[in-house]
Nanobody, 111 residues
Framework: QVQLVESGGGLVQPGGSLRLSCVAS????????MGWYRQAPGKERELVAT???????SYADSLKGRFTISRDNAKNTVFLQMNSLKPEDTAVYYC?????WGQGTQVTVSS
């Protein structure tokens, strides 16, 4: 059974940083591309970033330079480092692998 468990969300002031983590189990993690998505209230879920099994990354154009995706294959974990956060980054952030999704972690950017 595939399980993706996110953590690291919370409340942060504009300009602050957060680091999200997603631990995967039940899959051959090192062989799989992983991704982060987000969904803001009243909006559709959107792609944030992806990372291939060999570490090749891609980002939503609007997030390049502020967000960084990385992975630690030894720990079956994918990370999302978010810097210079803005109120419009407020959303539930989801970890993804293929058809599998985590439960999401809330990120709120507010003063």
């Amino acid at each position: 059974q595939v399980q993706l468990v996110e953590s690291g969300g919370g409340l942060v002031q504009p300009g602050g940083s957060l680091r999200l983590s997603c631990v995967a189990s039940g899959i051959f993690y090192a062989l799989n591309a992983m991704g982060w998505y987000r969904q803001a209230p009243g909006k559709e879920r959107e792609l944030v970033a992806t990372i291939s099994s060999v570490g090749r990354t891609s980002y939503a154009d609007s997030l390049k330079g502020r967000f960084t995706i990385s992975r630690d294959n030894a720990k079956n974990t994918v990370f999302l480092q978010m810097n210079s956060l803005k109120p419009e980054d407020t959303a539930v952030y989801y970890c993804n692998q293929g058809i599998h999704w985590g439960q999401g972690t809330q990120v709120t950017v507010s003063s």
